[in-house]
Nanobody, 123 residues
Framework: QVHLVESGGGLVQAGDSLRLSCAAS??????MGWFRQVPGKEREIVAA????????RHADSVKGRFTISRDNAKNTVYLQMNSLKPEDKAAYYC??????????????????WGQGTQVTVSS
């Protein structure tokens, strides 16, 4: 499994930007993803990235506003969030899949999870 630690969440106003980071350790090659969850709702995919970084997937709700990227030299994955909206408020989790190096959008594909970081967007 991969040990994951997220950072970068916080309280911002609508239209602002935030960058989430996820530091990973404990594995040699893995796909990564960002998910989010609000109380009472299921966890949902935000974005996913392959090991090489060449393949990325973004949920329709964040396309054009959020960008996932990774720096394997730093063992870190990022989620750049621009033009934030109140509906983006959620706990954001990074996840790793040691089962594949391809970008994956389904929760069962992931075997390691971070503790989450809260993003709050005020209107």
């Amino acid at each position: 499994q991969v040990h994951l630690v997220e950072s970068g969440g916080g309280l911002v106003q609508a239209g602002d930007s935030l960058r989430l980071s996820c530091a990973a350790s404990g594995a040699s090659a893995y796909a990564m993803g960002w998910f989010r969850q609000v109380p009472g709702k299921e966890r949902e995919i935000v974005a996913a990235i392959s090991w090489s970084g060449a393949d990325t997937r973004h949920a329709d709700s964040v396309k054009g506003r959020f960008t996932i990227s990774r720096d394997n030299a730093k063992n870190t994955v990022y989620l750049q969030m621009n033009s934030l909206k109140p509906e983006d408020k959620a706990a954001y989790y990074c996840a790793a899949s040691t089962r594949t190096t391809y970008a994956r959008t389904n929760i069962p594909d992931y075997d390691s999870w971070g503790q989450g970081t809260q993003v709050t967007v005020s209107s």
